[in-house]
């Protein structure tokens, strides 16, 4: 079995040969599939398409909130926003990224021993290219596979970097963009540079001066970015982390409360990221931190430990939200590529230590990597119906009624004659389409300051991660003009509200279409405003006061947000 440093010299220059057939397939699937859709990635588009009209990133005109996770993927769709319409160019661009992020596989690849390095080179980002997650957070222009590109980058430049031991403005700049990149960005950043700090002075007994210098201007570049968030957004974290972080905030009622019967509900939190997780370690996605632990020191370690520290980082943060509510394990996306590349490398060096010493031994690793490979294939390469990439007038035949009435309320809010103030549990694709000069209140906090910071109560759909906070007294006596929203329990709460608050709730009347799709959103509208006359001529709706009897109007369904969580 070949293993010798010439065979890996060969696979870094023929780079775009080994990556080509992964290339060809991940542009095939993309284009067959086409574009899948996801509300919050329109919250992107709204940013972008603000900032692309000269408003600057806000959500809504001159309010600060930061309730994007990659201020990075803003800013380039932002300014091809300028010449493409958005929502197009996202997830095509989404398309290119993804290309570079395979080359980047079979690259990196290059730099470990592997017993058959070029067929890793090409089998590498092949799976990667057939992973149904890496295809769907591309598709649906979220920024996942940016954040994917700039993990591939920064770790490519700074193992570059160790092994020239010049660490220059190159350097710098890639730990500048995975700062922007990722809200966690600071973390890895922080990992990284301790990684080759610790291999620098087991080397040499003491830092060049270069890498000093980087350490020294990134401290101070991350502790930069965090006053001047604080000093515009008054919070030191985004509103989504804010909003979704339940766990710290049940960590500050513990410590500075002393609250000691949180801890039970901060297990429960930790429970269910660990079983968001699950996956990862059913797959047996540990066995490379194993096999690395007693791994002799060589100079492929300093890469795998970078590999090591940006999974760690993402398991972490992962589990400490409680997991997530989106489909196909979207905060893991990011490092799949690391993954693949780190979980063959293991594989490759036991069946290499054990095949040579023969006996069961050998067939038992080759047993297990077989089973392994089968099980990562099964759980990553899952696919979905395909959906056409072609659009009809704007709107993408991937529509399903529900999606396409979202563009439709939305593009009949922003011809509204008069202004308009959305409240909001999907704050997506519809507040896009609503434009500029219509005011979206986020429920729950995502875009919204008040309800990220003040808001009494933690959300969560059930049995998955947390989805934001609010303040249901701010957010329902603050006033609205179209309340819009998909769960049964908000449903219920405004009910409760009205309940007590009747003077409030005069105005409101709950609007129903049958030709509006069941149990996939609700409108609660200001009857004095004349959107509920243009719902009205449009949809045909039909309205009905807010009292008990509303309470059996709908039909219950799975969205249900669990929000027994107080914090306050």
């Not at 010439?6 to 574009?35: C, H, Q, S, W």
């Not at 390469?381 to 959906?387: E, G």
């Not at 005011?439 to 059930?462: M, S, W």
């Not at 329990?489 to 405004?494: A, G, L, Q, T």
């Amino acid at each position: 079995m070949k293993t010798s440093a010439e065979n890996n010299n060969k696979i870094k220059i023929n780079i775009i040969l080994y990556a080509l057939p992964a290339v060809i397939i991940f542009t095939i699937i993309y284009l067959i599939r086409g574009i899948a859709f996801q509300d919050d990635a329109f919250i992107y588009y709204r940013y972008a398409s603000n900032w692309a009209a000269g408003y600057g990133p806000v959500f809504n005109i001159g309010e600060h909130v930061e309730a994007y996770s990659n201020l990075f993927w803003v800013a380039i769709i932002a300014f091809g926003g300028r010449f493409y319409d958005i929502a197009t160019f996202a997830p095509y661009l989404n398309l290119f990224i993804g290309i570079i992020c395979l080359f980047f596989i079979s690259y990196l690849s290059g730099f470990l021993k592997f017993s058959y390095p070029r067929l890793m080179a090409i089998v590498l980002p092949v799976f990667c290219a057939l992973s149904n997650d890496f295809y769907y957070y591309g598709a649906t222009g979220m920024d996942t596979l940016a954040s994917s590109f700039a993990l591939l980058l920064c770790i490519i430049i700074m193992y570059k970097c160790k092994g020239n031991g010049k660490y220059t403005a190159v350097a710098l700049l890639s730990l500048l963009v995975m700062l922007f990149a990722r809200t966690e960005g600071f973390l890895y950043v922080i990992a990284w540079l301790s990684i080759l700090a610790y291999f620098e002075y087991s080397e040499n007994k003491k830092l060049p001066n270069s890498l000093s210098a980087v350490i020294i201007i990134s401290i101070i570049s991350i502790a930069t970015y965090f006053l001047v968030r604080h000093s515009i957004y008054n919070l030191w974290t985004s509103s989504p982390i804010t909003a979704k972080g339940y766990a710290s905030h049940l960590c500050k009622r513990i410590i500075f409360a002393g609250d000691f019967s949180s801890i039970k509900e901060l297990i429960r939190v930790i429970l269910s990221g660990l079983n968001y997780y699950a996956f990862f370690f059913y797959l047996g996605a540990w066995i490379p931190f194993i096999v690395l632990f007693f791994q002799k020191k060589n100079k492929e370690n300093i890469l795998l430990c970078l590999f090591s520290a940006s999974l760690a980082i993402n398991v972490f943060i992962s589990v400490w939200a409680g997991g997530d509510y989106m489909p196909f394990a979207r905060r893991f996306v990011p490092v799949l590529p690391i993954m693949i590349i780190y979980a063959a490398w293991a594989m490759d060096t036991l069946i290499r230590k054990y095949w040579e010493k023969g006996g069961y031994r050998k067939y038992s690793v080759l047993v297990i990597s077989v089973i392994l490979f089968i099980s990562w294939s099964v759980h990553f390469m899952s696919i979905n119906p395909p959906s056409s990439p072609f659009r009809t007038r704007g709107v993408y035949t991937t529509d399903t009624e529900q999606y396409k009435y979202l563009r439709e309320i939305g593009l009949m809010l922003r011809d509204a004659p008069a202004p308009t103030t959305i409240l909001s549990q999907m704050q997506g694709r519809m507040s896009y389409y609503a434009g500029p000069k219509v005011y979206v209140r986020d429920i729950l906090g995502i875009t919204n300051y008040h309800n990220a910071k003040y808001g009494e109560y933690a959300f969560a759909f059930e049995g998955k991660g947390g989805c934001g906070r609010t303040d249901f007294n701010y957010s329902f006596n603050t006033p609205f003009d179209i309340f819009f929203y998909n769960s049964t329990n908000m449903h219920n709460r405004f009910i409760d509200f009205c309940n007590e608050s009747p003077g409030v709730c005069d105005r409101y009347r709950f609007f129903k279409s049958a030709q509006w799709p069941d149990s996939f959103f609700y409108i609660i509208a200001n009857i004095d405003h004349p959107v509920s006359t243009m719902m009205k001529e449009r949809y045909n709706t039909d309205s009905f006061p807010i009292n008990e009897s509303l309470r059996s109007i709908i039909h219950a369904d799975e969205k249900v947000l669990i929000d027994s969580l107080k914090i306050q």
